[in-house]
């Protein structure tokens, strides 16, 4: 059972009116206290993301995002959208498949990876560069680092191992000068694991958590996605990882991305 000072200890009253009596189940929980709810005993479920005051979660894009993107590929349907005193919230239809990380697919872990993979080249494939709203970039996220900088927000020790050597100003240096372009996608925003939905035959069928869609270097996703299958499957799978999306390695476009995504 949750602690009192866990965010899922207490379900939000907008939460518990949505569910309208279904059962409320807290089944993800991010670094700024964000808590995703599964609604209802079975399929087809229904999920309501709460972003307390303060999380700093900006749910409304979100939505604006799932809305965009659901043209194109298969995310969650967005079905209401709304905010209270405490918080903001946005509930969607739920897609059927598990996710990569799930009990069944860290147990057959070269399906999974090859899924993420595939499934992330396919949503760069579809997702159309010239029609996308929303940017990603480089340029706006150095932006973001500088500023949680200057307010003191650049904490090193919840920085990834590989970087907590660096000074936070040697850090942003290495930021300063972004890569040359490789290819301008649409990205996903969040490309770890756990964000691609596999189906029952083992292949992808669709993404969530796509709060910070927008256009960037492919890298920007395939530094971060590479990197986490390491982190949820243990060491030696990044390369399958590349070979399955079809691109070959760029330890310099990697490094790069990997510092960027801990420091914005």
Known sequence: MPHESDPRAVV??????????????AVWVNQLGGVTYRLGEQAPHEFVKWAP?????DLRAEAARLEWAARYTNVPRV?????????????????????????RWRA????????????????H?????????????????????????????????????????????????RL??????????????DACAPNTLIGSDGSWIGHVDLGTLGLADRWADLAVASWSVEWNFGPGWEQLLLDSYGVDADPDRTAYYRLLWDLA
């Open 12 to 25: 939000p009253e907008a939460v518990a009116s949505i569910a309208r009596g279904r059962r409320v189940e």
């Open 176 to 189: 300063s000068t972004p890569p040359d372009l490789d290819r301008l996608v649409v990205c996903h925003g």
């Open 125 to 173: 494939d579809a997702l159309p560069v010239a029609s996308c709203p929303f940017s990603w970039s480089a340029e706006r996220r150095v932006d973001i680092a500088l500023r949680n900088a200057a307010d003191g927000q650049q904490r090193r020790r919840e920085w990834h191992s590989s970087h907590r050597h660096l000074t936070v100003e040697t850090a942003l240096e």
């Open 79 to 103: 079905l209401n959208h709304g905010v209270t005193e405490g918080g903001e919230w946005l509930a969607t239809a739920g897609i059927a498949g598990e996710s990569a990380v799930s009990e």
């Open 108 to 123: 057959g872990p070269q399906i999974a990876v090859v899924s993420v993979g595939a499934g992330l080249r396919a949503l």
């Open 53 to 57: 005051v303060g999380s700093g979660l």
